[in-house]
């Protein structure tokens, strides 16, 4: 069995900005941009950083900075951090392919070069797994911009022909299915989840339900998109919050299992509080989802997979539901950070 010693997390954030830096001053669009979006809104552009590229000679420093290896392909490693969600570490040797530099990521590339007013040449099938584009390049230094749909890959997705009929044709399927409140809505909802899961994997699936998801909060909450006029939409956002009526608990468990999600923890807002739930993650889609609904301290860390008891009273959560609808149906993600 393998162990790993905690690492200190700041020491490896510390690095990626010391890195986020360098590469910052050799592209004065990314120093523009990154003072944009704080003059702005106040926000870090270091969040929306997908990867670092670096040399071979320099990935020694990377196991004591609590990295760790993710995948390997014949010329490139990937590193992810162990313990904490940072950008992605590109380990080359000599590749023309992946230059040393800085990746960001974006929602949608032609959109952000159509608002950032610049022009380039969009590695990569449109709406596929990964796509890219070099904005700018020096001697020791490469920016690109990259879009990414449940895919840790590193190689621009060339699709079939058939790929965006199944993308669309799955997107549409759950952007359109019942968000009843009555059984049939979630019922139906995890059936759905799972043919997608069949028709394109887990991974594909997954990706698609949160971008719906999101997708869906932006219409419920249409004041929430500040990061659109910049062009660099809401990629970095992977956490989502859905609060669940009791009745429905179990099913939501179910549907985000279905879909690869794998349970981080239980937790417990505590006794006055009333409620707590379940948190999961996604390895590839880079996904974190909350799962929240009024609890009983003897329910904590039970089987949320059975169904829950119904309750006299409705605490928060319940109440929340019962006057707004459950997260999953006609609310919509309760937050998206």
């Not at 830096?21 to 702005?40: F, R």
């Not at 929306?48 to 990935?59: K, L, Q, R």
């Not at 070069?113 to 001697?139: A, F, N």
């Not at 549409?172 to 059984?183: I, P």
């Amino acid at each position: 069995m393998t162990t790993h010693t905690l690492v200190d997390i700041s020491q490896a954030r510390a690095w990626l900005h010391s890195l986020f830096q360098e590469h910052k001053e050799q592209h004065p669009a990314l120093k523009e941009l990154e003072k944009k979006l704080m003059d702005q809104y106040g926000a870090h552009l270091f969040d929306w950083t997908d990867h670092f590229t670096i040399e071979e000679g320099s990935a020694e420093i990377l196991e004591e900075r609590g990295f760790e290896l993710a995948f390997t392909m014949p010329t490139y490693r990937v590193f992810k951090h162990r313990q904490a969600r940072l950008p992605l570490v590109l380990v080359v040797e000599g590749s023309t392919k992946h230059p040393v530099g800085i990746a960001m990521r974006v929602d949608d590339i032609s959109d952000f070069l159509m608002v950032q007013g610049w022009e380039g040449c969009v590695e990569g099938s449109p709406m596929s797994p990964y796509r890219r584009c070099l904005i700018s390049e020096k001697k020791e230094s490469a920016f690109f911009v990259v879009e990414r749909r449940g895919s840790r890959s590193m190689e621009p997705y060339y699709a079939p022909e058939s790929y965006l009929d199944e993308y669309f044709t799955a997107k549409e399927r759950w952007q359109s299915r019942l968000r009843t409140e009555e059984g049939e809505g979630i019922q139906k909802a995890l059936l759905l989840a799972q043919e997608l899961v069949e028709t394109l994997g887990k991974e594909r699936a997954a990706w698609i339900v949160l971008e719906c998801e999101k997708r869906y909060g932006r219409f419920k909450n249409p004041s929430d998109s500040f990061q659109n006029y910049l062009g660099l939409g809401r990629a970095h956002m992977h956490n989502y919050t859905f609060r669940s009526s009791r009745k429905f608990f179990h099913f939501l468990v179910q549907l985000f299992e279905v879909l690869g999600f794998k349970r981080i923890e239980s937790f417990y807002a505590g006794e006055e509080q009333g409620w707590g739930g379940e948190l999961l993650t996604h390895e590839v889609c880079d996904g974190v989802v909350r799962l929240v609904v009024d609890l009983d301290p003897e329910e904590v860390y039970g089987d949320k997979r059975e169904p829950l008891s119904e309750k006299a009273a409705l605490g928060t959560i319940g109440l929340w539901c019962a006057l707004q609808g459950d997260s999953i149906l006609q609310s919509g993600p309760y937050s998206i950070e």
